[in-house]
Nanobody
Framework: VQLQASGGGLVQTGGSLRLSCAAS????????VGWFRQAPGKEREFVGA????????IYADSVKGRFTISRDNAKNTVYLQMNNLGPEDTAVYYC?????????????????WGQGTLVTVSS
């Protein structure tokens, strides 16, 4: 499975962006998908994830209530809707997929990673 994240860009504080993670080359519906981010000089951080069925999601406390993950298996795409963005959300955002584990906040369980898309939030 190949993943491609897109939708990043420059937005002002309080604005919104929707990131997409498009999959090709495999049965995407069988994979749980997580979003991670890495800010300059910081370690990679778990953002949230959606179960392979799309029936459940989990989020990091830092984004809970502002970010929403959804998936459209017919389009082989997972979305990360980000609202009320702040400068602390500035980072490269990555999507990742795995079909074995439900430890979605653990980056080591993911088999496939997208290339990342940059989100910059200006103050």
């Amino acid at each position: 499975v190949q993943l491609q994240a897109s939708g990043g860009g420059l937005v002002q504080t309080g604005g919104s962006l929707r990131l997409s993670c498009a999959a090709s080359g495999g049965r995407f519906s069988g994979h749980g998908v997580g979003w991670f981010r890495q800010a300059p000089g910081k370690e990679r951080e778990f953002v949230g994830a959606i179960h392979r069925s799309g029936g459940s999601t989990i989020y990091a406390d830092s984004v809970k209530g502002r970010f929403t993950i959804s998936r459209d298996n017919a389009k082989n795409t997972v979305y990360l809707q980000m609202n009320n963005l702040g400068p602390e959300d500035t980072a490269v955002y990555y999507c990742a997929a795995n079909e074995r584990s439900s430890q979605y906040d653990n980056p080591s369980v993911y088999d496939f990673w997208g290339q990342g898309t940059l989100v910059t939030v200006s103050s």
